[in-house]
């Protein structure tokens, strides 16, 4: 299978400046390496109606292109359920029927790190799981036997992370996010993950889960987010941010890719013309600070 990069925005609103930024830069790392470029909807949780769409629009303004069609997480749950059957007949999930709270409020596991579900239900007995079952509906975790793990990764060099018995379907039958996004990477061929650097603590756990399931796991970069005044992660309180906005203050699509290639330290005239001075190895390691418009 020809290698693959991708982006995989969740449709639960408009992409902002700094969602378009995270885009531009898995096009950037994906092209200059000679990759195909995927677009996935990870649209299993807070879709919203029309955001799709939307969305795409967004990045087919700025300039991101895209190889074949976007895929949908929603239509492919019965990936993710022969997975979660592939752990379970190999003995490496449980049925857990813990409440939030309970998992706050349990003492934590000897040893175990800050955070860590802390493996309440991974020994009730069949007499056990049948009562609870017909209280609460279950969700099934992991069955780990490590407690941490380390990744490669092109911006933050080895990074050593949590791996908890983590949960791989929720109680309400969602398949969770670290399943899914480790399925959907082999299963297309995407062996490059270019995100937010928000989620690098939790790429230990989805390349442990890629090793278990036998699949590749990717090259990772995860890059800087884009933050307000206060250094928080950019959201849509923090005024003009996505296309539309800025548009409505007179500021159109081409200033806005001008401006992230700018903060990029990239030429600007188009993704194309950065594509020709793409290094990862130079690319700023900090946050940038929107600047407000
Ligand atoms: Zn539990």
Same mark, same amino acid.
């Not at 309970?102 to 800050?114: C, G, K, L, V, Y």
């Not at 990772?220 to 987010?225: D, G, N, R, W």
């Not at 996505?242 to 007179?250: E, K, P, R, S, Y």
């Not at 903060?263 to 290094?279: C, I, K, Q, R, Y």
């Given at each position: 299978?020809?290698?693959?990069?991708?982006?995989?925005?969740?449709?639960?609103?408009?992409?902002?400046?700094?969602?378009?930024?995270?885009?531009?830069?898995?096009?950037?790392?994906?092209?200059?390496?000679?990759?195909?470029?995927?677009?996935?909807?990870?649209?299993?949780?807070?879709?919203?109606?029309?955001?799709?769409?939307?969305?795409?629009?967004?990045?087919?303004?700025?300039?991101?292109?895209?190889?074949?069609?976007?895929?949908?997480?929603?239509?492919?749950?019965?990936?993710?359920?022969?997975?979660?059957?592939?752990?379970?007949?190999?003995?490496?999930?449980?049925?857990?029927?813990?409440?939030?709270?309970?998992?706050?409020?349990?003492?934590?596991?000897?040893?175990?790190?800050?955070?860590?579900?802390?493996?309440?239900?991974?020994?009730?007995?069949?007499?056990?799981?049948?009562? #609870?079952?017909?209280? %609460?509906?279950? *969700? +099934?975790? &992991?069955?780990?036997?490590?407690?941490?793990?380390?990744?490669? @990764? =092109?911006?933050?060099?080895?990074?050593?992370?949590?791996?908890?018995?983590?949960?791989?379907?929720?109680?309400?039958?969602?398949?969770?996010?670290?399943?899914?996004?480790?399925?959907?990477?082999?299963?297309?061929?995407?062996?490059?993950?270019?995100?937010?650097?928000?989620?690098?603590?939790?790429?230990?756990?989805?390349?442990?889960?890629?090793?278990?399931?036998?699949?590749?796991?990717?090259?990772?970069?995860?890059?800087?987010?884009?933050?307000?005044?206060?250094?928080? #992660?950019?959201?849509? %309180?923090?005024? *003009? +941010?996505? &296309?539309?906005?800025?548009?409505?203050?007179?500021?159109?699509? @081409? =200033?806005?890719?001008?401006?992230?290639?700018?903060?990029?330290?990239?030429?600007?005239?188009?993704?194309?013309?950065?594509?020709?001075?793409?290094?990862?190895?130079?690319?700023?390691?900090?946050?940038?600070?929107?600047?407000?418009?």
């Amino acid at each position: 299978m020809t290698s693959a990069g991708r982006f995989a925005p969740s449709p639960s609103g408009e992409l902002h400046v700094g969602n378009l930024r995270t885009a531009m830069l898995a096009w950037l790392f994906a092209r200059s390496t000679g990759r195909r470029f995927l677009l996935r909807v990870e649209d299993l949780d807070r879709a919203r109606a029309g955001a799709e769409a939307q969305q795409l629009r967004d990045l087919t303004v700025i300039g991101v292109s895209w190889d074949g069609d976007p895929v949908r997480q929603t239509d492919r749950g019965p990936l993710y359920a022969a997975a979660i059957d592939r752990l379970a007949d190999a003995g490496l999930t449980y049925e857990c029927f813990c409440t939030r709270r309970e998992i706050q409020e349990a003492p934590s596991a000897p040893h175990a790190p800050q955070g860590a579900y802390p493996g309440t239900c991974r020994k009730l007995s069949t007499a056990e799981v049948a009562f #609870r079952r017909s209280v %609460r509906p279950a *969700a +099934v975790r &992991l069955r780990s036997s490590v407690t941490e793990w380390t990744v490669q @990764d =092109a911006m933050h060099g080895t990074f050593t992370g949590v791996v908890d018995d983590f949960v791989l379907r929720r109680n309400d039958g969602v398949t969770a996010y670290n399943l899914a996004v480790v399925v959907d990477d082999a299963e297309q061929g995407i062996d490059q993950v270019v995100r937010g650097d928000d989620l690098l603590p939790s790429t230990p756990r989805q390349a442990y889960l890629a090793s278990l399931l036998n699949m590749p796991v990717p090259e990772y970069a995860h890059v800087p987010l884009v933050v307000n005044a206060d250094g928080a #992660r950019l959201a849509k %309180r923090d005024g *003009a +941010v996505t &296309l539309g906005d800025l548009a409505a203050v007179g500021i159109g699509a @081409d =200033a806005v890719r001008r401006m992230i290639l700018d903060s990029l330290e990239l030429p600007a005239d188009s993704l194309e013309s950065a594509l020709g001075a793409f290094d990862p190895a130079v690319l700023p390691r900090e946050p940038w600070v929107w600047p407000g418009v």
